[in-house]
């Protein structure tokens, strides 16, 4: 039952990060102690103001599906998680980034995933999918989102200079010293 609505909830999430389904220590989490089988516990590492965007999704994940999400924004995420890692009383589902992924799963506070067992598994890239990848080969999240790095350049300054566009990273270099050097915006620094 709770996988099912772990599914359910990863379908419906449009918001940067990675869900992972929690391992259930011992007796399960806190929602379902409380009786409520039809609530998840949904953790983010989030400050006041993304915890805002992460409230309005999930009213519209509730509306849409009925299941109730018991939200936690958590500043301190990793020593929260390990505090309540210790008394077996873990989140159903929490929403990350990957970097302490293989340090969870080695914790056994994760489970694995079957990709395929997810609505829409097959609308999410390969290289997604990759980065849920554990130590041992299985799955342990549900990537929803992917970020680009991305270099921008001030047209206005490199023309001011006479510079062509970068096309390696010597000419990036190059131009980064000219506009540090040569004062493309005129402000005297």
């Known amino acids: 039952m709770r996988l099912r609505r772990v599914r359910r909830l990863a379908a419906a999430l449009a918001v940067p990060g990675l869900l992972f389904g929690t391992a259930a220590c011992g007796s399960g989490s806190g929602s379902a102690r409380a009786g409520d089988p ?18 309005r999704v999930f009213a519209a994940f509730t509306k849409k599906t009925g299941i109730k999400i018991d939200y936690q924004p958590v500043m301190n995420f990793d020593q929260q998680l390990q505090s309540r890692a210790s008394t077996k009383d873990l989140p159903d ?35 997604s999918w990759s980065s849920t990848v554990g130590r041992d080969g299985r799955h342990y999240g549900i990537p929803y989102s ?3 790095m991305t270099l921008f350049v001030r047209k206005d300054w490199r023309e ?30």
């Open 38 to 55: 039809n609530t998840l516990e949904v953790w983010t590492r989030s400050d006041p103001e993304s915890a805002q965007t992460y409230e």
């Open 146 to 148: 992917r970020q680009a």
């Open 93 to 127: 589902v929490m929403i990350n980034d990957t970097a302490l992924m293989g340090s969870y799963q080695a914790q056994g506070l994760l489970k694995p995933i079957d990709p395929a067992s997810i609505a829409g598994h097959d609308e999410i890239t390969a290289k």
């Open 160 to 189: 001011k200079l006479g510079l062509p566009q970068p096309k390696t990273w010597q000419d990036t270099l190059a131009l980064a010293k000219a506009f540090a050097t040569r004062d493309p915006d005129g402000d005297g620094w």
